[in-house]
């Protein structure tokens, strides 16, 4: 399906305005004394993008941000106990290899810490994966979607091109895997994707903060982190490829049942209401 040239305008407006309104709040936040342990206002830049499509296409954004899907809330809760997970199993690895189980007190008030990471991560979502993700899932499908969702995301920390490029593939690695993992947990839902979304985004954050050094540069935790992930990534295509193969012959065979155009022996293909 080929995209509307209104979607092709969104995507770049958006693109453009997210990684350029990102960096000016970069720039901004050390004078406004934000902690940035408590929130970075970068998270911010997508959300920025997404309103500014708003006001040039606001018909088309309210209908991307609506959904069109079936409804429900898919697999959240399978979605976001998959956070805790991943962050168990990184930080498992971690102390097997090292010795070292680590936890790091934050310096601010972890109530306070925990509702800034989910706005902060609802203000990154509604652009990535309830814009972006959407505008392009009818032209590309939901994992080559979510692939390029991840490239993309990854790229907008443009911070981590300043670390070991190792740390770098390992960070864009996170990003791909993380982004399929939201990809096929949010397949279908409308409503309620980002809450969903930033809630699985605000506990992988927190979980970092709290367990893994990943701030700092170093390696190690950063590339344990992306292979966890890259192991749920897996996990998630699998079970979701073979869910759909397995309701592709459901969807037939009720479309058969249903469907008033049937033949009639001698005479196939007649209309028989």
């Known amino acids: 399906m080929r995209m509307k040239p209104v979607d092709i305008k969104a995507v770049a407006l958006y693109l453009t305005v997210a990684f350029l309104a990102a960096g000016a709040l970069g720039a901004v ?31 088309r954004v309210r209908e991307l941000l609506a959904g069109s899907g079936p409804g429900g809330s898919g697999r959240g809760a399978l979605l976001l106990a998959t956070a805790p997970a991943v962050i168990a199993l990184s930080v498992g690895a971690h102390t097997a290899l090292t010795g070292d189980a680590r936890f790091t007190r934050p310096d601010a008030p972890f109530a306070l810490i925990a509702v800034a990471q989910l706005v902060g991560a609802c203000g990154e979502e509604i652009g990535w994966r309830c814009f972006l993700q959407p505008l392009l899932r009818p032209r590309f499908g939901p994992l080559t979607t979510s692939v390029l969702v991840g490239v993309v995301w990854g790229a907008w920390h443009v911070q981590i091109f300043a670390k070991h490029p190792l740390y770098a593939a390992a960070f864009v690695t996170m990003a791909v895997s993380m982004s399929v993992v939201l990809g096929w947990a949010l397949e279908g839902t409308r409503a309620v994707r980002l809450p969903l979304a930033g809630g699985f985004h605000a506990l992988i954050n927190l979980g970092l903060l709290l367990f893994l050094d990943e701030e700092s540069g170093a390696v190690l935790p950063m590339a344990l982190f992306g292979a966890s992930c890259l192991v749920a990534a897996v996990l998630w295509t699998w079970a979701s490829t073979g869910r759909v193969r397995s309701a592709a012959p459901a969807r037939a065979r009720t479309a058969g049942r249903c469907s008033p155009y049937r033949a009639v022996a001698g005479r196939p293909g007649r209309w028989s209401g």
Not at 31 to 59: E, K
């Open 29 to 59: 936040q050390p004078a406004t004394g934000i902690p940035a342990q408590v929130i970075q206002l970068t998270q911010f830049g997508p959300a920025i993008g997404v309103g500014l499509a708003a006001l040039l296409w606001p018909s």
